[in-house]
């Protein structure tokens, strides 16, 4: 059974920097495209970035030049940095898998979701 953990989320304040970690088990992660979605209330999610099985890392607009995604294999975790954090990063924020070596952006393209963690960034 498949199993992705986020922990990490928090309240932090603008300008500062959190970072999420997912914990995959169930799966040899490196088979599959790894990522992190967003969802603040009464909004879809949004994909934040994406990382492949080779590492390459991707990222949705709202991440560039401020989120990085890495991965270690080994310890099936993937991790989500957050810098220069911004009131409207607020959201609940979810990893997933998915088994491809294309770049998915889209939630539909995923087939697995952890419950995601909450982070709250305050003005």
């Known amino acids: 059974q498949v199993q992705l953990v986020e922990s990490g989320g928090g309240l932090v304040q603008a300008g500062g920097s959190v970072r999420l970690s997912c914990a995959a088990s169930?799966?040899?992660?490196?088979?599959?495209?790894m990522g992190w979605f967003r969802q603040a209330p009464g909004t879809q999610r949004e994909f934040v970035g994406g990382?492949?099985?080779?590492?390459?890392?991707y990222y949705g607009h709202s991440a560039k030049g401020r989120f990085t995604i890495s991965r270690d294999n080994a310890k099936s975790t993937v991790l989500l940095q957050m810098n220069s954090l911004k009131p409207e990063d607020t959201a609940v924020y979810y990893c997933?898998?998915?088994?491809?070596?294309?770049?998915?952006?889209?939630?539909?393209?995923?087939?697995?979701w952890g419950q995601g963690t909450q982070v709250t960034v305050s003005a």
């Open positions: 169930g799966l040899t992660i490196s088979n599959y495209v």
């Open positions: 997933a898998a998915e088994p491809t070596f294309s770049f998915p952006t889209t939630a539909a393209d995923w087939d697995y």
């Open positions: 990382i492949t099985s080779g590492g390459t890392a």
